[in-house]
């Protein structure tokens, strides 16, 4: 999704104490791509001694389309949030909201126990992986990145409820999706109609490993 034309642009600022960046970041994620019929636009997430991350999102504020982006500067502890869309009100009230959610889940982590932490963590990373399925999908990526997130996110989420009485379905699911494609061409896009079924697979993914994160914050 482009830039909106005849749009507005809302901001706001935040800060965290949390000396954790990437979990920051991570939740921050979340607080946006738990919503529904939210897509994933793109992100970048730079490699280095001090964190910075940034994200894109595509969805609906009061109806009509809207661009979310968030960042995470790990130097000066603090995270920036932008909403674009025709509705300057709606955008200022859902960055509100955003500001209100993403507190509390930040002080719910923080609470946490360090093997619950541990957890949370990677479920978190699992649902990233989920939303990057979608985007390198829709972006008719090579199956190799496909490939890529479907197996970060499966390991991540056995990790993240590992010794649990209970395994996740999509733990299973997963497995033999993976088992399906590896024998395709690393370097070519799916067919159109696995590849359908896989974004549509990828969103159940999501659901069920919100249902986990939900348990943490």
């Avoid at 482009?2 to 104490?17: F, H, I, M, N």
């Avoid at 590896?182 to 999501?206: F, Q």
Wanted: glycine share 6%; proline share 3%; hydrophobic share 40%.
């Amino acid at each position: 999704m482009d830039a909106l034309d005849d749009t507005v642009k809302v901001s706001r600022s935040l800060s965290y104490s949390n000396d954790d960046p990437v979990t920051v970041f991570r939740i921050a994620w979340f607080s946006i791509a738990s919503k529904p019929n939210v897509i994933l636009e793109e992100h970048n997430e730079a490699e280095s001694q001090v964190f910075n991350g940034a994200a894109r999102f595509s969805l609906r504020i009061a109806g009509e389309k809207a661009l979310v982006g968030i960042s995470v500067d790990g130097s000066r502890s603090s995270i920036g949030v932008e909403a674009e869309g025709i509705d300057e009100v709606a955008l200022g009230a859902f960055l509100d909201g955003f500001a209100t959610s993403l507190s509390d889940a930040l002080s719910k982590y923080d609470a946490l126990p360090g093997d619950d932490k541990s957890k949370l963590k990677r479920a978190l990373v699992a649902k990233a992986c989920w939303d990057k399925t979608v985007r390198e999908i829709l972006n008719k990526s090579p199956l190799n990145n496909v490939y890529t997130q479907v197996a970060h996110g499966r390991e991540m989420m056995i990790k993240a409820t590992e010794g649990e009485e209970s395994v996740p379905s999509l733990t299973l699911s997963t497995s033999g999706w993976l088992s399906r494609i590896e024998s395709l061409p690393r370097d070519e896009t799916l067919p159109g109609n696995i590849a359908s079924e896989l974004a549509k697979k990828s969103i159940e993914w999501k659901k069920e490993t919100q249902d986990i994160i939900s348990r943490y914050i």
